[in-house]
């Protein structure tokens, strides 16, 4: 089995920076792509970050948000500055594996975190 777990969501002041982290475990035989998604109320779900042969990054983040990764931890990070309430939303970690040798790849999803940007 593979597990997701984030941490770092919160309440945050607009301004704010909050960090974000999510580690990866259990059965990974090849990691290839880590990232972010988040999702608010009545709206799907949209791509904020993600890394592996190639990094990019939703517009509306771009110079603001920060992604990375330790492959050793296989974990991804997510530093979030100057954060807007239009940030607000639950923020999933997501991770594109291989978990055997013999299986194919797929997408993993961690349980979501809540970040709240408000005054």
């Known amino acids: 089995q593979v597990q997701l777990v984030e941490s770092g969501g919160g309440l945050v002041q607009p301004g704010g920076s909050l960090r974000l982290s999510c580690a990866a475990s259990?059965?990974?035989?090849?990691?290839?792509?880590m990232g972010w998604f988040r999702q608010t109320p009545g709206k799907p779900r949209e791509l904020v970050a993600r890394?592996?042969?190639?990094?990019d990054y939703n517009d509306s983040v771009k110079g603001r948000f920060t992604i990375s990764r330790d492959n050793a931890k296989n974990t991804v990070y997510l530093q979030m500055n100057a954060l807007k309430p239009e940030d607000t939303a639950v923020y999933y970690c997501?991770?594109?594996?291989?978990?055997?040798?013999?299986?194919?790849?797929?997408?993993?999803w961690g349980q979501g975190t809540q970040v709240t940007v408000s005054s």
């Open positions: 890394t592996g042969n190639y990094t």
């Open positions: 259990g059965s990974i035989f090849r990691l290839y792509v």
């Open positions: 997501y991770a594109d594996l291989q978990p055997y040798s013999h299986s194919v790849a797929d997408d993993y």
